[in-house]
Structure formats: C-alpha cells, structure tokens
C-alpha cells in the first residue's frame, strides 16, 4: 500500500478538524499520557489504549495531533535525556526554591517582597516590558549572531540566556549593561545551518526589580 | 521562611542559588514558546507559570528529581498549552486578546463545519467498529503518522503496521459508504 491515497485527505482532515462541542469527558487520558503514547515513550499496553480513545476522542486527537507536530519539529524523539541538574545537591536546593514557589503562587500576599525572593526570577514588573530588535524572519550568519532588546530603563543590568531547540542552554552571560550581546560562535558550533536558537533577558531593574522577557527566536544562516 | 531540603539538609532560601530556578524558567519558557499555537501567544506567560507549577508539584513528588529531563518539560509544555486551549475553547468569553480560532479546521463555514462533524462522528464510527490493531493503525493514519512512525509507536514491523492498516481503511471506506459517504 502507498504511504498515503489522494483521497484520503478529506478524511484526514476530517478527523483532525476538532468538533466546536468537543470537550474532555473523565474517561480521556492525561495530556501527559497521550504525549508519552505519541512519542513512542510508552509501553505497548498503554500506547494502545491510549489510542483507541483518541480514535473517538476528537479532543484527544486534537492533543495528539499537537503532540506529534511539536515532536516532529523539535526531534523530540532524539532529544537527549538531559537532566536539569548540575549535581544533586543543587536540584534539592531547587526543590526547596520550587516549593517556596508554589507556596507563594497561592499565597502572594504571604512574601516579604523587600527581602531575596526567589519568585523575582518569575514575576514581571508590571510597567516593563523586555522586547526584541531582532527579525526574527532574517536568518543571520553565525558570526553576527548578535541579540538586543529594548524595554528597561537605563541603569538596568542584564542577563541573557541562549537554548537549542532541545532545551539545553548554551550561553549565558550576566552582569551586562549593554543592550546586545553577540553569541561566540563557539557556542554556535553544534548548531546546523538555518538551525534556531532561542534567547531571553532578564533585567535587574534599577528599583532592584527583576523582569523577564518573553523568549526570542534566532535563526542561523 | 525556613524549610528542609527533604533529605535531611537544612537550608534556608537564602542559600538559594538562583540559577537552576532561572533555568527551569528559560527551558519552559522555550519549550511553551515552541509548542504555543500563535494565536495564543498573548497568554505565553501564563502558560509557562502553569507549566512550571506542575512541574514543582512533580519535584515534590519525585524521589528522584534529577531524573527528569528535557522530554518531560516538553510533555508538561504540551499539557499546559492543551489546557489553555481547552479553556479557551469552552471560555471564549474570556478571551480579550485575539478570538480564539480551531487551528486546524480548514473551513469558517458553519455548514461545512457541521458536514465535518458528521463525517467525523462516522469516522469514528467506523474505527470502533475494527479490531484494535486495525483501528490503532488505522487512527496512526488519520493523525498523519507515517508507516515508520506508526511502527515505532505501536513496537510492530512497518509490514504489520502496512498490513493493519490497508485492511483497516478498506473496511472503514466500505462503512462510510454504506453511511452515505464516498470516501
């Protein structure tokens, strides 16, 4: 059989075109699950229930459907299993940063906000906005891979990090002052042509504020 | 505030060092970019917030932490941004940037989306009536999976999953026509 009939298309799209009543039902899998069914992560069992709810689950489908294209684009099925870690030591320290975290989502007004507040990493002051100059539809030569931004007030002082498509983080650079940062290309070197990196600043404000911008896309020649 | 580390190291938050709590943020922050549809691109933020509360609720849970690696922040990216769209669907109320869309419907027409709902409902139809494997090669199909990808999903040989899903579709174009359909 060929990979695909000319006429199948419509039915395809058929099945991929989510109802405007579709809703979850308390039968349908975690997102979590679908996506493990969908990268080939889970066991045969699993894999096969999941599908055969997703084949009458328009909204499943629609999960899996997002679930197969993100993994498509970023190889996800390649994707090393990087751990998050440094060591150890400092994940347990995460963790206790994280549960600091989660306590202070739900009770905001519980922090002292004049003291080192690990949540200033995720809050955003409310009047800045961190945004990129870059085109993010020019690809630029690896050699000139330089970012910059605008949005803080002057006396601001930056950090900026820059990921693979896989989430691993190349550089980073803290302390800046200037408003770019060119990327040395030896941090590009395992990055194919027309390869993306994504990149993000934050600002330490000089009302001593954190800021966080959004995170940028930078396509190499 | 002062709370143990959970094994017996006492640290208070002012040891924290700040980087790994930067960095969760940075990848999910990559990752939800990523994966969010353009049309949800306002509620970016959010989404990465949402996405990192789960995964601190899973570093309370997992005896291992260190063991959680890129591919299940994507998972969780995933997770989070399917809520979002979700919410948005049965919520459009709540939208105040821009409408929400159905990204993959190729009509605006309600007539022509109603017609795919029907096909869709017999679609469906038809999978339940297969046996598993024909129906999960078959659906494999429909979501635009390739022989390959299907095989590596389902653990089968690409000649079983070929083999699977031809018979699947040949009933399931005989049951939609027998629906009225031509497929």
Redesign the interface.
């Known amino acids: 059989m060929s990979e695909s009939r000319k006429g199948d298309e419509h039915l395809r799209d058929a099945f991929g075109a989510p109802l405007e009543t579709t809703a979850r039902s308390p039968e349908c899998p975690e997102d979590e699950r679908i996506w493990s069914a969908a990268q080939g992560e889970a066991d045969a069992a699993i894999t096969g229930s999941v599908l055969d709810h997703v084949a009458g689950c328009s909204a499943c489908a629609e999960s899996w459907r997002m679930a197969r294209a993100i993994g498509e684009d970023a190889g996800i099925a390649n994707v090393r299993k990087v751990p998050l870690h440094r060591r150890p030591l400092v994940w347990t320290v995460a963790a206790v940063a994280a549960g600091i975290f989660l306590v202070a989502l739900l009770l905001p007004s519980s922090l002292d906000r004049r003291g080192v507040d690990p949540l200033d990493v995720f809050r955003a002051a409310e009047s800045v906005a961190l945004e990129s100059r870059i085109d993010e539809s020019v690809a630029v030569p690896r050699d000139r891979a330089i970012l910059s931004w605008k949005g803080a007030p002057d006396g601001s002082v930056y950090t900026v990090e820059v990921a693979t498509a896989d989430l691993e983080i190349l550089i980073r650079s803290e302390s800046q002052v200037e408003t770019e940062f060119r990327i040395p290309t030896e941090a590009l070197g395992g990055i194919p042509d027309h390869g993306k990196v994504y990149w993000r600043v934050e600002a330490l404000l000089p009302d001593s504020s954190r800021v966080s911008s959004s995170v940028f896309v930078l396509e190499l020649q | ?1 002062k ?5 017996g ?1 006492d ?1 208070d ?15 999910l ?7 969010c549809p353009a049309w949800l691109a306002q509620r ?2 959010d989404i990465v ?1 949402n996405a ?2 789960r ?3 899973k ?2 849970s997992t005896e291992e ?7 299940y ?4 990216a ?2 989070a ?3 979002e ?2 919410h948005r ?2 919520h459009p109320e709540d939208t105040w940037d821009v409408p929400p869309e ?1 990204p ?3 009509s605006s027409s309600p007539e022509l ?1 109603r017609e ?2 029907e ?2 409902r017999a ?2 139809a038809g ?2 009536r297969l046996p ?1 494997p024909r ?2 090669a ?10 390959k990808e299907s095989a ?4 089968w040989t690409t000649k079983r999953v ?1 083999n699977q ?2 018979q699947g ?1 040949t009933a ?1 174009r005989r049951h939609l026509s027998e629906q009225g359909y031509e ?1």
């Open positions: 505030m709370q143990g580390a959970g094994n190291t640290r938050e002012g040891a924290i060092p700040p980087f790994d709590a930067r960095r969760l943020h940075t990848v922050s990559c990752a939800v970019r990523r994966v970016h933020e917030q990192t509360v995964v601190v609720k570093w309370s932490p260190e063991t959680l690696g890129t591919s922040l994507w998972r969780v995933h997770s941004v399917m809520d769209i979700r669907r049965r159905i993959t419907a190729r989306r795919a709902g096909l869709r679609i469906e999978l339940k598993a129906r999960r078959v659906a494999l199909y429909l979501l635009g999976h390739s022989l590596e999903i389902l653990g070929d899903r031809y579709l399931l497929p």
